[in-house]
């Protein structure tokens, strides 16, 4: 059962980039290891040492990817920071941290607030 309120959104004043788990190319249900694991396969790939020989372009996308991926994995691997993040993608108004309610939620998070 998803609430009406499932649908993503980012909400404004919110210190988080969009697309952490795209960015890692998982979806938001991916376990821990799963994460590590990602990060630990792009970091490799996209490193910038690694295109130390590359044209500039190819130079200037890998850093920006690794740096994408480095930010992504250091929200989503910190259980706080990624229950922040994920409450901040939900649209559900019951998900302000200032709620001194924890209820159940129905979204995609499906987690207690």
């Given at each position: 059962f998803l609430c009406m309120y499932s649908v993503r959104l980012r909400w404004p004043g919110r210190a988080f980039s969009t697309g952490h788990y795209s960015a890692l190319g998982l979806p938001s249900?991916?376990?821990a290891q799963e994460?590590?694991?990602?990060?630990?396969?792009?970091s490799r790939?996209?490193?910038?040492?690694v295109h130390l020989n590359s044209p500039r372009s190819v130079q200037?996308?890998?850093?920006?990817?690794f740096l994408k991926v480095t930010e992504a994995y250091a929200v989503l691997s910190d259980p706080q920071?990624?229950?922040e993040y994920d409450?901040?993608?939900c649209?559900?108004?019951h998900h302000s941290l200032l709620s001194p309610w924890k209820i159940r939620c129905f979204c995609e998070c499906n987690s207690i607030h």
């Open positions: 249900t991916a376990t994460i590590k694991e990602m990060f630990i396969a792009l790939r996209h490193h910038p040492d200037d996308n890998a850093k920006k990817q920071l990624r229950r409450i901040s993608q649209a559900c108004p």
